[in-house]
Structures are given as structure tokens and as C-alpha cells.
């Protein structure tokens, strides 16, 4: 009993300490803000780490393609945010190197990298409760009703953007939902994990971005239906014909929730998108992309012209100061043609590793490890990518994958 209060004591002051150094991020300090001075010691303590240790080839690309962001035509014009998205995408590869080289000696104590992807989940889940006793964020507020009707603003907690903040929600609710065993253990570990997944579900839900919604209900599917029990898939069954009948009923009686899942643009003048149109939403950004490259020449194309450039040329075709809103093209805007084929070949290898030696692993892990794969891939083909917090997750998880998998391979 005295291990087990020590034990949560531990974790519960980790909590805390985390939250508070999120919920601070905003704030600057000189040019940088606080996120990107913790990340980016965090960053440089574990390439200290790694330098003097034997890490695997694909790690090395991935740390090549996040550097490769500190290298582009219009260098160094806004370094800053070439060097905020070297040291953001550089998190994810030395992650996996880190884990991969402290626990390849310790196999005994694997189960820390599962461990280590529940307490993640936990944080990103129980993080919100403070706001939902009037603790207001230091980014501002989500207002939904000047564009719905609705009377409450977006859900995001610690977060900058519901569109993160839902990702996030997302992958912590279904890697908590496989991860179920390691709460069924006692009848009060039983409530706190029903409790955890009924409040990432109301977060995933209130923080109001259709993909998340669609994407969470998909792996919902692949939860239930992916390797499971024939009872398991009947009761799925029932809960997909209800959640059916349910959306159906809101679509048609719930305005804000109709123009939501069509994507129409304003409340007040009620009026909605069509699927055609939905679908096409972000295409003409792409379109911008690619002629703002072909505009700034072969030397964009192959080492890119930066993000703060892109952000310029965007402003001048669109009136808006973005990118391009789709992962591929903003690394191509970025880092070129180069740094995308970094990427993919980081990508490429990693999950070849993966996927190879996932079948050593037991069920759980196995479908915990299949979550983590759609998820990396569908947050990445329908928008920027998943945030750190997510890859942090995806690194325990993989690294327990490949590392277990090798020791069954030899």
C-alpha cells in the first residue's frame, strides 16, 4: 500500500508539474516562447544522449530531415520558425531513438514504454478538468456561436487550437480503450478507466472538428472489430446501428450539427456546403502551394523556401497568412523535395520495422500498435500531422514493438 501511494504521488506531481509548464507555453521570453525553449532543451538533451551511443539508420534519417528545415532558399530569413520546426519535428525520430537505445539492454523493464504511453494518455485526457472549474486558457477561446448558435466555446483545454486538441483527445481515449487490462485490476481502476473514456469521448465531441469525430468512430470500429471476440463484434454492431440512428437523428433536427459535418460556413446566414464542396475545401491551398513554388523557382522545389516566405506568398494570392493546410505540401514548402523524401523515407522504414515484428507481440499490444499506425497516417493525410504529445505515444508504442520483435527474431 505504501508503494503503490508513493507510486501515485510520483505520477500525480509529474501531472501537475506538466500541466503548468503547457499551460505557460504561450508566454515569451525574448523571441521564443516557452514552448519552444523547453522542446528545444529536451531536444538537445537527448542528441547529447544518442551522440555517443549506436542508434538505428532510420532514426538518423528522421533527425536529418528535421534539421534539414534549418536549410532553405531564403535562409536565414525567419529562422525562428525554422528553427521552432526543426526542434517540433525533431521530438518524434529521437524519441524512438532514445527508447530504442536505453531499453534494448533493459527488455526486463519494457513495459515502462507501455506504461510510459498510458501516463501520456491520462495527462492529455485529465488535463482539461482545471478548465471546467473556470481556469481560463491563456490562448484564445473557440466562440462557436456567431457560426453555429451555439452557446459555449470549442473544447481545448491546455491547447492552442481545437484542431490539435481533438487529435490529441483522440488518440489518448482509443489507446486508453485498448489498453483496457492495465485498468482492470480492481473495482475503483475499473470506474477510473470508464471515467477517463467517457471524458475523452465528451472532449472529443465538444471540441467540435468533424475529422476528429470521424476519425475517432473509425477507430472505434477498428477496436472492436480488429482481432476481437465474436461477442465483442456483436455488441460493435449494435453500438454502430445506434450511433447510425443517432447521427441521423441529429443531422436532421440539429442545425449547428448539420452545418458542422457539411462544413457550411456561417449560422447566421444558414446556409451549408455540399459534400463536393466539403471535399474540395482545401484544394485550391495546394493549388497556391504549387504555384507559389513554380513562381519562386527550382530552388524552392528542392530545398524549399521556408515556412515565414510561404506564409508571404500565401498572404499576397489569398489574403491570409497560412499554409497550405496539408502535411506534405507544407514539408514541400519548407524543406523541398528533399526534406519530403526524407521524410518519407524515415516513415517508410519505421513502420516497415513495425508492422514486421508487431505479429511477436501479444493481442493488446498488437492492436494498440495497429491504432497508433492509422492514426500516425490518417492525421497525416487529412491535415498537418499528429501533434507532439501523439508522437511521443506512437514512440513508446513503436519502440516496444520493434525492440520486443527483435528478441523473437533472433
Known amino acids: 500500500m505504501k508503494g503503490k501511494l508513493i507510486l501515485f504521488l510520483k505520477y500525480g506531481f509529474a501531472l501537475v508539474v506538466l500541466w503548468f509548464i503547457i499551460y505557460f507555453e ?3 521570453i525574448g523571441p521564443l516562447k516557452i514552448s519552444q525553449i523547453w522542446k528545444g532543451v529536451l531536444a538537445l538533451l537527448i542528441l547529447f544522449y544518442l551522440t555517443s551511443r549506436k542508434f538505428p539508420f532510420f532514426v538518423l534519417i528522421g533527425m536529418l530531415y528535421s534539421v534539414k528545415y534549418l536549410f532553405y532558399s531564403h535562409m536565414p530569413n525567419d529562422y525562428i520558425d525554422a528553427i521552432r520546426l526543426t526542434m517540433e519535428d525533431l521530438i518524434f525520430p529521437i524519441s524512438i531513438g532514445f ?3 536505453y531499453f534494448r ?3 526486463y523493464k519494457l513495459d515502462q514504454l507501455i506504461y510510459f504511453s498510458i501516463f501520456i494518455s491520462l495527462f492529455l485526457i485529465l488535463s482539461n478538468i482545471p478548465f471546467f472549474f473556470g481556469v481560463e486558457s491563456l490562448y484564445e477561446e473557440y466562440d462557436l456561436s456567431s457560426k453555429y448558435g451555439i452557446e459555449f466555446s470549442a473544447t481545448k483545454g491546455l491547447f492552442y487550437h481545437i484542431a490539435s486538441a481533438s487529435k490529441m483527445f483522440t488518440v489518448a481515449t482509443l489507446l486508453l480503450i485498448v489498453l483496457r487490462r492495465y485498468f482492470w485490476t480492481s473495482f475503483f481502476s475499473k470506474l477510473f478507466w470508464i471515467f477517463l473514456i467517457l471524458l475523452g469521448s465528451y472532449l472529443i465531441v465538444m471540441s467540435w472538428t468533424r475529422t476528429a469525430w470521424f476519425i475517432y468512430f473509425i477507430g472505434l470500429m477498428i477496436v472492436v472489430f480488429y482481432d476481437s471476440s465474436l461477442k465483442v463484434k456483436f455488441f ?5 446501428c445506434v450511433f ?3 447521427v441521423t437523428y441529429m443531422y436532421n433536427t440539429n442545425d449547428a450539427f448539420r452545418w458542422r459535418m457539411t462544413g457550411g460556413a456561417s449560422y447566421r446566414e444558414e446556409q451549408e456546403l455540399s459534400l463536393d ?3 474540395s475545401a482545401r484544394i485550391p491551398y495546394v493549388v497556391i502551394a504549387i504555384d507559389n513554388l513554380n513562381d519562386e523557382g527550382i530552388a524552392a522545389w528542392f530545398i524549399g523556401h521556408g515556412e515565414g516566405r510561404g506564409k508571404e506568398l500565401f498572404y499576397k494570392k489569398s489574403g491570409m497568412a497560412i499554409t497550405s493546410h496539408n502535411k506534405t505540401f507544407e514539408i514541400l514548402e519548407s524543406s523541398g523535395l528533399v526534406g519530403l523524401i526524407l521524410y518519407f523515407s524515415f516513415v517508410f522504414l519505421l513502420l516497415y520495422k513495425v508492422l514486421l515484428r508487431v505479429r511477436f507481440v501479444d493481442p493488446v499490444i498488437n492492436k494498440a500498435c495497429m491504432i497508433c499506425v ?3 497516417l490518417v492525421f497525416y493525410f487529412t491535415s498537418h500531422g499528429t501533434p507532439i504529445w501523439g508522437e511521443l ?3 513508446a508504442i513503436f519502440s516496444y514493438v520493434i525492440l520486443l520483435g527483435n528478441c523473437y527474431k533472433k
Open 26 to 28: 504561450p508566454i515569451n
Open 99 to 101: 527508447f530504442l537505445v
Open 105 to 107: 539492454a533493459k527488455i
Open 236 to 240: 460493435g454492431l449494435l453500438l454502430s
Open 244 to 246: 447510425f440512428f443517432f
Open 277 to 279: 464542396q466539403l471535399a
Open 374 to 376: 492509422y492514426m500516425f
Open 393 to 395: 505515444i506512437y514512440a
